[in-house]
Nanobody, 116 residues
Framework: QVQLVESGGGLVQPGGSLRLSCAAS????????MRWYRQTPGEERELVAA????????NYADSVKDRFTISRDNSKNTVYLQMNSLKPEDTALYYC?????????WGQGTQVTVSS
């Protein structure tokens, strides 16, 4: 059974940091590119960051460049999102996504709230 389980969300003050994790199981993790998306109520899901299957290539949304870092540990079947200098506009439900060609797996999401 395929599972993607996000963790690490929570409430943080502006300027603070959080590290999200996404633990994968049920598929060959190292064969899949991994992405983090986020979504706020009434808005479309936004791609935040992506990393290739072996971690050699990463991409970021302009809104998070130089603040967020995506990484992965294929030995642990886990992808991470280090989020620094958080802003209130980063508040969203963050989802982990595994993709290989037309195959997509999604987690349930973890809530990040940036507020003083």
């Amino acid at each position: 059974q395929v599972q993607l389980v996000e963790s690490g969300g929570g409430l943080v003050q502006p300027g603070g940091s959080l590290r999200l994790s996404c633990a994968a199981s049920g598929f060959t993790f190292s064969h899949y590119a991994m992405r983090w998306y986020r979504q706020t109520p009434g808005e479309e899901r936004e791609l935040v960051a992506a990393i290739s299957s072996f971690g050699s290539s990463t991409n970021y949304a302009d809104s998070v460049k130089d603040r967020f870092t995506i990484s992965r540990d294929n030995s642990k079947n886990t992808v991470y999102l280090q989020m620094n200098s958080l802003k209130p506009e980063d508040t969203a439900l963050y989802y982990c996504n595994a993709v290989q060609l037309s195959v997509n797996y999604w987690g349930q999401g973890t809530q990040v709230t940036v507020s003083s």
